[in-house]
T-cell receptor, first 112, second 115 residues
Framework: ELKVEQNPLFLSMQEGKNYTIYCNYS?????LYWYRQDPGKSLESLFV?????AVKQEGRLMASLDTKARLSTLHITAAVHDLSATYFC????????????FGQGTRLTINP | GAVVSQHPSWVICKSGTSVKIECRSL??????MFWYRQFPKQSLMLMAT?????????EQGVEKDKFLINHASLTLSTLTVTSAHPEDSSFYIC???????????FGDGTRLSIL
């Protein structure tokens, strides 16, 4: 059974700082997704990582995937308040069928 | 703009009521849609996979007679929570994907409160 674990679960940081959220998963998969959720809202897609070594960047966020280590990272550079949200990684448990298993989520709070 | 529409966004009803939630893909055909449930401050849990023209596939522990899913067309899936009770109160979210190598698009969610 595929398990997906995020670390940390809660993160409070100051604007301008850098930090990394980690996503570990237990069985082989080469499809991993990052989503953002604002309070009371649904999920917004951030990144799709489809192969080992994939790296995607959008603004202050950068995601990477190491399928051999079964690890994905979401790196935040020079954080700003608008990035405060809950971030989820999700792994496709059935290659291409998009049966997603979600991590617990990382609640990120960025303080001015 | 939104590519998956979910309706209603908020439902408050009495215990014992059945509630229907609709999920529509707006500009693409979706042979597969997904239904998730999210309790406060928790992650998303997949409830079932909705398959157009065939029976839904339910995850372990999800009662198929309690959560009826109908996927009658390529753009519409419905989830009916039958005889809802307070423990069914949750945030229900549907999703669909256009291509298998693209992310799922999520509806805005339905907040269900059973009194």
């Amino acid at each position: 059974e595929l398990k997906v674990e995020q670390n940390p679960l809660f993160l409070s940081m100051q604007e301008g700082k850098n930090y990394t959220i980690y996503c570990n998963y237990s069985t082989t998969s080469d499809r991993l997704y990052w989503y953002r959720q604002d309070p009371g809202k649904s999920l917004e897609s951030l990144f799709v990582l489809l192969s080992n070594g994939a790296v995607k960047q959008e603004g202050r966020l950068m995601a990477s995937l190491d399928t051999k280590a079964r690890l994905s990272t979401l790196h935040i550079t020079a954080a700003v308040h608008d990035l405060s949200a809950t971030y989820f990684c999700a792994v496709d448990s059935r290659q291409g069928a998009q049966k997603l298993v979600f991590g617990q989520g990382t609640r990120l709070t960025i303080n001015p | 703009g939104a590519v998956v529409s979910q309706h209603p966004s908020w439902v408050i009803c009495k215990s014992g009521t059945s509630v229907k939630i609709e999920c529509r893909s707006l500009d693409f055909q979706a042979t597969t849609m997904f239904w998730y449930r999210q309790f406060p401050k928790q992650s998303l849990m997949l409830m079932a996979t909705s398959n157009e023209g065939s029976k839904a596939t339910y995850e372990q522990g999800v009662e198929k007679d309690k959560f009826l899913i109908n996927h009658a067309s390529l753009t519409l899936s419905t989830l009916t929570v039958t005889s809802a009770h307070p423990e069914d109160s949750s945030f229900y979210i549907c999703s669909a994907f256009r291509y298998s190598n693209q992310p799922q698009h999520f509806g805005d969610g339905t907040r269900l409160s059973i009194l």
